[in-house]
Structures are given as structure tokens and as C-alpha cells.
């Protein structure tokens, strides 16, 4: 049985003022007394499967590194040698229901802005090299121990030398290490280079954030505005006049093309909206199954009749905006937007939280029509399922 409880001396408020993106830190006893949701054999085998994102990572003294992809066959495992390999694997936590427990460990930091939690089971001197990240990362030891080497602050000026398809620092400075075992955590802001290597065999869960680029907005927002825009809205001229060259670009026509553009960027409200569609778009979008037969509102008291209960379809992204001010909240879900009035937002909170869903917000009669009609919409997508109880 698996169960997780953060140290109580554990102060987020300290961390988020002192340490998130600013700089690295261990957190040691982080979950005491921890035990692995899951064992290394059942890592291995969910390498194995077609569906799965996993890749292996061997070296020869640190020096020579080889990276290969799943899936893997099973004698793959068979053949590797007593250390010096790494088997890393992406998003766990939505194929094993105990690795998500974990990320509500960290409800301190916005539910959304979580990617996946990555596993990785090293043997005795295993790792993947010294790299860096763009993003915001809790390492958590699980088994055995494994020593973390922290270094310098690089950027995309860095030197980078691609081993085998691994993008490995040219060179590492080490500033601090540390040592961790299972139920301590290290973590790292973006950009710090680290090298993880183990010195017993073990599992490591890595909690990633999301981090999007300005060049990932500026891309998903302009094609969004543009998508939006009336071919009709072009350039004019501000001022016509004989020109002094023929050739010459006028300050007052330059001026005039760049206010046009930026001007169009300056809709809060619908960067509101392509922002919360955007970072709750899923990572995995097949594992968001709309219902081939939509449900009707009659079917939905049926559920509760039934003793179904509604949940969280595994790989599902929430979010929300509180619009009190408009008298309105705006729901995300899985890239889609929900215009609700601010009388849901009780609803919407619930649909949103970290924790476990409380099906006991799901009332027909306080949901109201709106509230009712959500509700279908987010099973009739896939957004939410209904299960028998368990």
C-alpha cells in the first residue's frame, strides 16, 4: 500500500519566496518514510509497451554515452550489464494511479503548470550526463541513492556536444552535491546544470513543470490572432505625400504598420482565453476519448441513480479563471474554454483541484441546468468519466 505525507516541516511559503527559480536546494525528509508506488520490474514493463515514451541510457565510465528508444523486448533487459545504465520513462504518473498521488505533494505550485512525472530506475554508477533543463524540476529518490552534482547557470549560448542524441554540457563546473535517499528531494530551477549519478540502485521520480517559451506564445497566439483577423483589416497610408525617394520606407508608414500589429496583441481578454486553452491542452491526446454516443441531460441523473461516480479521465488537463468582477468564471479543459456564470464556481474549483474529485459537488439539483449541462459536455469530450464505485 501506497500513502504519501509531506514533512510538516516543510514551510512553502519560505520555499516560494526563498527558492522557486531562484535557486537549487534539498529537501531532505521531504516525504518520510516513503514507499514506492511502483517496483522496478513494473517500470521495465511499461517500457516494453508500444504506448509508452521510454528511452535507455548506458555510458562506459561516464565518458561514452549511448541512447536508445523504446519500446523495449524483454530480453533487452536480460542483456545489460550490473551498472552503468539508466532506463528513463515519460509520464507515468498516467499509466500508475499511485505515481499521480504524487504530484498533489506539490499543490503548492499551480496544478496546471505540471507536465508529467518522469521515472527512472538507475544501476550503480547510471545516469544520463551533465545537462540542463528549461524547466522548473522536484527530483524525488524512491529507492536506493543517488548522488546529484549541481553546477553553472547556462543559457541557449551554452556548449552542448550531441552524444548519441543526448544534448550533454561540453563542460561542467560542480558547485554543490548532493546526496539523496528515498523520501528526500532536490530541486532545481531552470537552467542549472546537474548530473545524477547513482551510487545504489534505485527509482527517482522526477516532477516536471511547464515552462512554455516566448517564442511557443508568440507562435500559438499569433496564429490564433490571425485565425481571428478580417482580411479586410490591412495597412493604410497615415499621411500621403510626395515622397522624397521613391524607395524610402517613411518613418510615419513604418510607424503606423507597427501599431497595426501591435496593437492586435493587446487583447488581454483573448489572450486570456488562447493562454488557458493552450497550457491545458493535453500532452497525450489519446488518452482523451469523446463518447461515441453522447449523453442526453436525462442520463445524467441516471449515472447517480446507478451509484456511478464521475472522475478525472487519466491524462486530462483543468484549469480556471475567476472573472468575478464579469460576474463569470472560465473553465479549461483539455484545450477547450467553458463560459460559466460565477454561480459554478464552487463547481469549476472542485473540477480543478489537485486532490481526488469529490463527487459530492456533483448535486443535480444545487448544479442547476448550467451546472448540469457542463458536466455533459466534459463527459460527452472525455474530459471526465463516470466509473462504478469503488
Avoid at 60 to 71: C, D, R, V, Y
Avoid at 130 to 150: A, E, K, M, N
Avoid at 200 to 226: D, K, N, T, V, W
Avoid at 233 to 249: Q, S, W
Wanted: glycine share 8%; hydrophobic share 40%; charged share 20%.
Amino acid at each position: 500500500m501506497t500513502g504519501f505525507k509531506r514533512n510538516s516541516a516543510f514551510d512553502p511559503q519560505q520555499f516560494l519566496q526563498q527558492n522557486w527559480q531562484q535557486t537549487p536546494v534539498l529537501l531532505p525528509g521531504f516525504l518520510p518514510d516513503f514507499v514506492n508506488p511502483l517496483s522496478a520490474e513494473e517500470l521495465a514493463g511499461l517500457a516494453c509497451e508500444e504506448a509508452v515514451e521510454s528511452r535507455l541510457v548506458t555510458s562506459k565510465a561516464n565518458s561514452q554515452w549511448q541512447l536508445e528508444h523504446g519500446p523495449f523486448p524483454e530480453q533487452r533487459f536480460h542483456k545489460l550489464p550490473e551498472s552503468d545504465w539508466t532506463l528513463l520513462v515519460q509520464a507515468v504518473d498516467l499509466w500508475d494511479s499511485g505515481v499521480a498521488g504524487l504530484k498533489n505533494q506539490f499543490d503548492f505550485i499551480p496544478n496546471w503548470r505540471i507536465d508529467d512525472v518522469m521515472v527512472s530506475y538507475a544501476t550503480p554508477v547510471g545516469g544520463v550526463g551533465p545537462h540542463f533543463d528549461y524547466y522548473d524540476v522536484f527530483l524525488l529518490q524512491g529507492s536506493g541513492q543517488r548522488t546529484w552534482r549541481v553546477g553553472q547557470l547556462c543559457d541557449a549560448e551554452t556548449p552542448i556536444r550531441d552524444q548519441s542524441g543526448l544534448a550533454l554540457l561540453d563542460s561542467f563546473a560542480a558547485t554543490a552535491e548532493y546526496v539523496l535517499n528515498p523520501g528526500d528531494v532536490l530541486y532545481l530551477p531552470p537552467r542549472y546544470a546537474h548530473w545524477g549519478s547513482a551510487s545504489a540502485a534505485g527509482l527517482s521520480y522526477s516532477i516536471g513543470f511547464r515552462a512554455p517559451s516566448l517564442a511557443e506564445m508568440l507562435a500559438g497566439f499569433g496564429g490564433h490572432l490571425i485565425a481571428a483577423t478580417n482580411s479586410d483589416c490591412r495597412f493604410r497610408d497615415p499621411a500621403p505625400a510626395l515622397p522624397a525617394y521613391a524607395g524610402e520606407i517613411d518613418p510615419l508608414s513604418l510607424q503606423s504598420a507597427f501599431e497595426l500589429v501591435s496593437n492586435t496583441f493587446k487583447q488581454p481578454t483573448s489572450f486570456a482565453i488562447w493562454f488557458g486553452c493552450h497550457v491545458t491542452h493535453p500532452k497525450y491526446p489519446e488518452f482523451i476519448l469523446p463518447l461515441a454516443s453522447p449523453l442526453q441531460r436525462t442520463d445524467l441523473a441516471v449515472l447517480f441513480e446507478n451509484g456511478k461516480s464521475i472522475q478525472r479521465s487519466t491524462g486530462s488537463r483543468f484549469a480556471f479563471l475567476d472573472r468575478a468582477d464579469a460576474g463569470e468564471v472560465l473553465l479549461f479543459a483539455d484545450g477547450e474554454v467553458f463560459n460559466l456564470s460565477h454561480q459554478l464556481i464552487d463547481l469549476v474549483v472542485e473540477i480543478c483541484a489537485a486532490t481526488p474529485l469529490n463527487n459530492g459537488i456533483f448535486c443535480i439539483e444545487k448544479m442547476g441546468t448550467e451546472g448540469q449541462r457542463l458536466v455533459l459536455e466534459l463527459l460527452n469530450q472525455g474530459s471526465l468519466v463516470s466509473e462504478d464505485p469503488t
